[in-house]
């Protein structure tokens, strides 16, 4: 980011500090850090009040019609929970409202439970420098005035002028912004490459453009020491205000700091800091200075987002509870969220028997399992017709031939194309229809069904397909995941 790196000797900073209304309703003040041994805020200034009610989340408190879920008890006190604590208070009705920031430290506070998020204030308070930055160096052409003056310069549908004067031995720049329109472009962190916030050179670049209403004013000496002070309100790509506490010598910024507070930021993966919380970033380094700044944790924490017993990094199915972690298919994603499987099993209506691979050739078995890998078959297109891959081996399931059998039907090293490894699912509704079973498969080599009996062989003969009375044995429902409680393959 482009940046002054010394201001013109009129411009040092104000030797007036900024100062924030007091904040009479809450004792200890907003910005304090509390300890677990005595985590509680007292609600003053408002006695007279019948009823106050509170949230220590940030939001904003319901009414209720005056039933309101936290209502203040007759001690005035407030038990705040550990770690960043947004309080915010309602009365009169719900018409009046105010918000504190407190930090709680205990032991159990430290640990993360979430992505780091920063404050967004970070990315509007550098936003603002380099827009201020650029708009001085417009007026003037970055050089030091020679002595008192005026300049201006047009931004947008608005206007920043600049006024030098006198006060004694003392040099004053009055800088007036009113409705000045302009943008600059900062880093903001990578969040897609570093969730954690671990690498704080996974950055991208961010246009911000602002609008800027208010006053700045530098205070020095002739030697260019002194204060710069002021509050400007901006609108844009956020909502908010800054202060500028910066403190000048030898005519440049020497220290110091601006705090950001915001209501509305551009950014999808930060947020601007609760009860808009005027942050201090001290310069140059821009860090985040005060009790309220978040701190990322040295590693990611570990989740189990589901409560299954399985952190979020190594279950198949963080979302959905599945402590078996079942994966029918083997594909990484676990049953509980797999809305697709990879294979079908394949199941005759005679004995409810299922295509298994045996030691050399296909089977059937009465103990249909779609848990076993030899039951498990990937179906695929071949040629218009069908293929069908035993997840076991890898192999397709093909027939050597009529006349060499009668166990004809084996698995043999995939040839697409091949018409002995070609299967036709056609409709087969011998011995009347059955919606479990609603289809035989037909080899395209040659003109017979696989069939099965109680013996467990898979085989065809040339008479096969249309063999009366033994219709069981080739009629088959084909089964995505093996759930034969849904639809099979149709025909």
């Known amino acids: 980011m482009p940046r002054l790196t010394a201001l013109p000797l009129l411009l040092a900073a104000c030797g007036d500090e900024v100062v924030r209304p007091v904040d009479d309703h809450f004792d200890p003040p907003s910005d304090t850090t509390l300890t677990s041994d005595d985590p509680t805020v007292t609600i003053v200034g408002l006695d007279d009040e019948p009823l106050i009610c509170f949230t220590t989340d940030g939001a904003a408190p319901d009414w209720a019609g005056?039933?309101?879920?936290?209502?203040?008890?007759?001690s005035r006190a407030v038990l705040l929970p550990c770690g960043f604590v947004v309080l915010t208070i309602a009365w009169d009705g719900g018409a009046q409202t105010d918000s504190a920031n407190y930090l709680v430290e205990s032991p159990g506070c430290a640990v993360q439970d979430g992505p780091v998020v920063l404050w967004s204030n970070d990315e509007l308070v550098r936003a603002f420098v380099a827009i201020k930055d650029d708009l001085q160096c417009r007026m003037n052409g970055c050089e030091n005035p020679s002595g008192t003056g005026q300049w201006s310069t047009g931004c947008g549908g608005g206007r920043v002028d600049w006024d030098v004067g006198l006060s004694g031995l003392r040099a004053i720049s009055t800088f007036t912004y009113a409705g000045c329109e302009a943008s600059a472009?900062?880093?903001?962190?990578?969040?897609?490459?570093?969730?954690?916030?671990?690498?704080?050179?996974?950055?991208?670049?961010?246009?911000?453009?602002?609008?800027l209403d208010g006053v700045i004013t530098v205070d020095t000496d002739f030697d260019g020491n002194g204060f710069e002070s002021g509050t400007l309100d901006l609108s844009g790509d956020f909502v908010g205000r800054v202060e500028s506490r910066i403190d000048i010598a030898d005519a440049a910024r020497s220290g110091g700091g601006f705090a950001a507070g915001c209501t509305d930021d551009p950014l999808d993966d930060e947020v601007c800091a609760p009860a808009a919380a005027m942050i201090q970033y001290?310069?140059?380094?821009?860090?985040?200075?005060?009790?309220?700044?978040?701190?990322?944790?040295?590693?990611?924490?570990?989740?189990?987002?589901?409560?299954?017993?399985?952190?979020?990094?190594?279950?198949?199915?963080?979302?959905d509870a599945n402590p078996l972690q079942e994966d029918i298919d083997e594909d990484g994603l676990g049953d509980a969220c797999d809305d697709h499987v990879d294979f079908v099993l394949v199941q005759f209506k005679h004995g409810e028997r299922c295509l298994i691979l045996g030691s050399s050739d296909v089977e059937s078995t009465s103990d249909c399992d779609p848990t076993d890998r030899r039951q498990q078959w990937e179906v695929f297109e071949d040629g218009g017709h069908l293929g069908l891959k035993s997840r076991a081996n890898d192999q397709c399931m093909s027939q050597r031939g009529i006349g060499i059998g009668p166990w004809t039907v084996t698995a043999e090293d995939c040839e697409p194309g091949r018409a002995e490894q070609?299967?036709?699912?056609?409709p087969y509704d011998q011995g009347g229809y059955e919606a479990r079973w609603p289809a035989r498969l037909h080899n395209v080599a040659d003109d017979f069904c696989i069939y099965t009996d109680n013996t467990g062989l898979v085989y065809g003969t040339i008479v096969n397909c249309n063999l009366a009375g033994s219709d069981a044995g080739r009629k088959v429902g084909i089964y995505a995941g093996g759930d034969f409680e849904g639809e099979p393959l149709q025909p």
């Open 422 to 426: 070609q299967w036709d699912l056609e």
């Open 66 to 74: 005056g039933d309101c879920a936290n209502p203040l008890t007759d």
């Open 282 to 319: 001290d310069f140059p380094d821009w860090t985040c200075h005060g009790a309220i700044c978040p701190e990322p944790g040295d590693e990611p924490p570990e989740f189990d987002a589901d409560a299954d017993g399985i952190e979020d990094a190594e279950d198949n199915c963080p979302d």
């Open 185 to 211: 472009t900062v880093d903001v962190h990578d969040y897609a490459a570093d969730p954690w916030f671990q690498d704080e050179a996974a950055t991208l670049p961010l246009e911000v453009s602002l609008t």
